[in-house]
Protein backbone atom coordinates (compact mmCIF):
# COMPACT_ATOMS: atom_id res chain seq x y z
CA UNK A 1 0.00 0.00 0.00
CA UNK A 2 1.37 3.23 -0.94
CA UNK A 3 1.90 6.22 1.87
CA UNK A 4 2.79 9.81 1.63
CA UNK A 5 4.06 11.63 4.37
CA UNK A 6 4.51 15.52 4.93
CA UNK A 7 6.47 16.83 7.09
CA UNK A 8 6.37 19.46 9.10
CA UNK A 9 2.74 19.44 9.68
CA UNK A 10 2.41 22.94 10.32
CA UNK A 11 5.05 25.77 9.80
CA UNK A 12 4.31 29.21 10.76
CA UNK A 13 7.37 32.00 8.91
CA UNK A 14 7.77 35.69 9.05
CA UNK A 15 6.65 37.60 5.52
CA UNK A 16 9.16 37.21 2.83
CA UNK A 17 10.85 34.03 4.36
CA UNK A 18 11.63 31.40 1.51
CA UNK A 19 10.96 28.07 2.59
CA UNK A 20 10.59 24.26 1.60
CA UNK A 21 8.14 21.75 2.30
CA UNK A 22 8.71 17.92 2.43
CA UNK A 23 6.66 14.92 0.89
CA UNK A 24 7.75 11.62 0.95
CA UNK A 25 6.28 8.55 -0.86
CA UNK A 26 6.81 4.62 -0.36
CA UNK A 27 6.29 3.98 -4.19
CA UNK A 28 8.80 4.62 -6.42
CA UNK A 29 6.92 3.34 -9.32
CA UNK A 30 4.74 6.27 -9.41
CA UNK A 31 2.82 7.87 -12.45
CA UNK A 32 3.43 11.28 -11.44
CA UNK A 33 3.33 13.92 -8.13
CA UNK A 34 0.79 17.11 -7.52
CA UNK A 35 0.87 19.76 -5.86
CA UNK A 36 -2.02 21.45 -4.59
CA UNK A 37 -3.25 23.91 -2.44
CA UNK A 38 -6.76 23.82 -0.01
CA UNK A 39 -7.75 26.44 1.75
CA UNK A 40 -10.21 26.38 5.37
CA UNK A 41 -13.42 24.90 4.28
CA UNK A 42 -12.41 24.94 0.56
CA UNK A 43 -11.37 22.63 -2.29
CA UNK A 44 -8.04 21.65 -3.88
CA UNK A 45 -6.37 24.16 -6.32
CA UNK A 46 -3.54 22.36 -7.88
CA UNK A 47 -0.39 24.54 -7.94
CA UNK A 48 2.15 21.67 -9.90
CA UNK A 49 2.09 18.66 -11.44
CA UNK A 50 5.35 16.69 -11.82
CA UNK A 51 5.40 13.72 -14.71
CA UNK A 52 7.75 10.41 -13.50
CA UNK A 53 10.38 11.03 -15.68
CA UNK A 54 11.12 14.68 -14.78
CA UNK A 55 13.29 16.15 -11.87
CA UNK A 56 11.21 19.72 -11.23
CA UNK A 57 8.28 22.05 -12.50
CA UNK A 58 8.23 26.15 -11.83
CA UNK A 59 5.48 28.09 -11.45
CA UNK A 60 5.96 31.66 -10.37
CA UNK A 61 7.15 31.70 -7.15
CA UNK A 62 6.27 27.79 -6.74
CA UNK A 63 8.97 25.22 -7.52
CA UNK A 64 8.83 21.66 -6.83
CA UNK A 65 11.32 18.95 -7.50
CA UNK A 66 11.06 15.25 -7.54
CA UNK A 67 13.42 12.68 -6.89
CA UNK A 68 12.13 9.09 -7.50
CA UNK A 69 15.30 7.22 -6.21
CA UNK A 70 14.84 8.37 -2.97
CA UNK A 71 10.70 8.97 -2.77
CA UNK A 72 11.21 12.78 -2.05
CA UNK A 73 9.44 16.00 -3.75
CA UNK A 74 9.90 19.20 -2.07
CA UNK A 75 7.78 22.76 -3.06
CA UNK A 76 10.05 25.86 -2.70
CA UNK A 77 8.26 29.22 -2.28
CA UNK A 78 10.48 32.02 -2.38
CA UNK A 79 9.74 34.96 -0.86
CA UNK A 80 6.26 33.72 1.11
CA UNK A 81 3.17 36.22 1.43
CA UNK A 82 0.30 36.04 3.93
CA UNK A 83 -2.02 35.52 1.09
CA UNK A 84 0.34 31.98 1.02
CA UNK A 85 -1.30 30.92 3.80
CA UNK A 86 -3.47 27.62 3.31
CA UNK A 87 -2.77 24.16 3.64
CA UNK A 88 -0.45 22.31 1.16
CA UNK A 89 -1.13 18.85 0.10
CA UNK A 90 1.04 16.87 -2.12
CA UNK A 91 -0.50 13.63 -3.77
CA UNK A 92 1.34 10.35 -5.88
CA UNK A 93 -0.30 9.61 -8.67
CA UNK A 94 0.26 5.57 -9.10
CA UNK A 95 -0.60 3.00 -11.89
CA UNK A 96 -4.11 1.94 -10.91
CA UNK A 97 -7.38 3.41 -11.09
CA UNK A 98 -6.83 6.13 -13.50
CA UNK A 99 -4.20 7.35 -11.79
CA UNK A 100 -5.52 7.60 -8.76
CA UNK A 101 -3.91 10.22 -6.13
CA UNK A 102 -2.59 9.28 -2.81
CA UNK A 103 -2.27 12.06 -0.31
CA UNK A 104 0.02 12.95 2.55
CA UNK A 105 -1.81 15.00 5.48
CA UNK A 106 -0.49 18.19 4.40
CA UNK A 107 1.24 20.91 6.08
CA UNK A 108 -0.56 24.38 7.00
CA UNK A 109 1.24 27.02 6.45
CA UNK A 110 0.51 30.23 8.03
CA UNK A 111 2.43 33.49 6.80
CA UNK A 112 2.75 36.10 9.33
CA UNK A 113 2.81 39.91 8.19
CA UNK B 1 -13.48 28.07 -9.78
CA UNK B 2 -11.97 25.07 -11.16
CA UNK B 3 -15.35 24.39 -13.46
CA UNK B 4 -16.12 21.16 -11.18
CA UNK B 5 -19.20 22.08 -9.43
CA UNK B 6 -20.77 19.73 -6.56
CA UNK B 7 -23.88 20.19 -4.89
CA UNK B 8 -25.16 20.94 -2.52
CA UNK B 9 -22.23 22.35 -0.63
CA UNK B 10 -23.55 21.77 2.82
CA UNK B 11 -25.92 19.03 3.79
CA UNK B 12 -26.60 18.53 7.15
CA UNK B 13 -29.03 15.18 8.17
CA UNK B 14 -30.08 12.76 10.93
CA UNK B 15 -28.40 9.56 10.89
CA UNK B 16 -30.32 6.79 9.10
CA UNK B 17 -31.19 8.98 6.48
CA UNK B 18 -30.18 8.81 2.99
CA UNK B 19 -28.24 11.62 1.36
CA UNK B 20 -26.85 11.87 -2.56
CA UNK B 21 -24.06 14.59 -4.08
CA UNK B 22 -23.73 15.49 -7.25
CA UNK B 23 -20.83 16.54 -9.16
CA UNK B 24 -21.02 17.80 -13.02
CA UNK B 25 -17.54 17.95 -14.27
CA UNK B 26 -15.68 19.53 -16.68
CA UNK B 27 -17.16 19.38 -20.18
CA UNK B 28 -14.68 17.57 -21.72
CA UNK B 29 -13.32 15.73 -18.98
CA UNK B 30 -13.81 11.68 -19.50
CA UNK B 31 -12.30 10.65 -15.55
CA UNK B 32 -13.84 11.05 -12.87
CA UNK B 33 -12.72 10.68 -8.94
CA UNK B 34 -14.26 10.85 -5.47
CA UNK B 35 -12.61 11.33 -2.68
CA UNK B 36 -13.57 11.54 0.87
CA UNK B 37 -11.80 14.49 3.59
CA UNK B 38 -11.82 14.45 7.31
CA UNK B 39 -10.78 17.50 9.32
CA UNK B 40 -7.11 17.57 9.58
CA UNK B 41 -6.43 14.68 7.00
CA UNK B 42 -5.39 14.31 3.04
CA UNK B 43 -8.40 13.39 1.03
CA UNK B 44 -8.79 9.38 0.40
CA UNK B 45 -9.79 8.04 -2.59
CA UNK B 46 -13.04 6.47 -2.97
CA UNK B 47 -14.18 5.57 -6.66
CA UNK B 48 -13.29 6.07 -10.44
CA UNK B 49 -15.07 6.51 -13.62
CA UNK B 50 -13.50 6.34 -17.00
CA UNK B 51 -16.51 7.64 -18.95
CA UNK B 52 -19.89 6.13 -17.74
CA UNK B 53 -18.11 2.98 -16.30
CA UNK B 54 -17.00 2.45 -12.86
CA UNK B 55 -13.69 0.92 -12.58
CA UNK B 56 -12.38 0.94 -9.48
CA UNK B 57 -13.47 1.24 -5.65
CA UNK B 58 -11.83 1.43 -2.32
CA UNK B 59 -12.90 -0.47 0.36
CA UNK B 60 -13.36 2.56 2.19
CA UNK B 61 -16.64 2.46 -0.06
CA UNK B 62 -19.13 0.22 2.22
CA UNK B 63 -22.17 -1.37 0.93
CA UNK B 64 -24.09 2.09 2.01
CA UNK B 65 -22.33 3.94 -0.42
CA UNK B 66 -23.12 4.01 -4.31
CA UNK B 67 -22.07 5.88 -7.60
CA UNK B 68 -22.91 6.60 -10.54
CA UNK B 69 -22.21 8.10 -14.05
CA UNK B 70 -24.85 7.87 -16.37
CA UNK B 71 -24.06 8.78 -19.94
CA UNK B 72 -20.41 9.54 -18.64
CA UNK B 73 -21.13 13.34 -17.83
CA UNK B 74 -23.00 14.18 -14.51
CA UNK B 75 -22.04 11.60 -11.39
CA UNK B 76 -23.83 11.03 -8.29
CA UNK B 77 -22.39 9.88 -4.85
CA UNK B 78 -25.47 8.46 -2.91
CA UNK B 79 -24.80 7.22 1.02
CA UNK B 80 -27.96 5.28 2.88
CA UNK B 81 -28.21 4.51 5.97
CA UNK B 82 -26.23 7.08 7.56
CA UNK B 83 -23.78 6.79 10.17
CA UNK B 84 -21.87 9.94 11.94
CA UNK B 85 -18.58 8.78 10.91
CA UNK B 86 -20.32 9.37 7.63
CA UNK B 87 -19.26 13.07 8.41
CA UNK B 88 -16.71 14.63 6.24
CA UNK B 89 -16.28 16.67 3.01
CA UNK B 90 -16.92 14.04 0.00
CA UNK B 91 -14.72 15.60 -3.13
CA UNK B 92 -14.92 15.18 -6.93
CA UNK B 93 -12.14 15.62 -8.98
CA UNK B 94 -12.03 14.90 -12.32
CA UNK B 95 -9.02 15.14 -15.69
CA UNK B 96 -9.18 13.75 -19.18
CA UNK B 97 -6.63 11.31 -20.46
CA UNK B 98 -3.89 9.83 -17.96
CA UNK B 99 -1.51 12.01 -16.47
CA UNK B 100 -2.63 15.25 -16.45
CA UNK B 101 -3.79 18.07 -14.02
CA UNK B 102 -6.39 16.52 -11.97
CA UNK B 103 -9.30 19.37 -10.84
CA UNK B 104 -11.42 19.22 -7.66
CA UNK B 105 -14.49 20.67 -6.93
CA UNK B 106 -15.30 22.59 -3.91
CA UNK B 107 -16.23 19.82 -1.87
CA UNK B 108 -19.95 18.98 -0.20
CA UNK B 109 -19.82 18.92 3.38
CA UNK B 110 -21.80 16.20 5.13
CA UNK B 111 -22.75 16.47 8.69
CA UNK B 112 -24.39 13.43 10.50
CA UNK B 113 -26.28 14.06 13.85
Known amino acids: KQEVTQIPAALSVPEGENLVLNCSFT??????LQWFRQDPGKGLTSLLLIQSSQREQTSGRLNASLDKSSGRSTLYIAASQPGDSATYLCAEGGWRAGNMLTFGGGTRLMVKP | DTGVSQNPRHKITKRGQNVTFRCDPISEHNRLYWYRQTLGQGPEFLTY??????LEKSRLLSDRFSAERPKGSFSTLEIQRTEQGDSAMYLCATTWGSGNTIYFGEGSWLTVV
Open chain 2, 49 to 54: FQNEAQ
Open chain 1, 27 to 32: DSAIYN
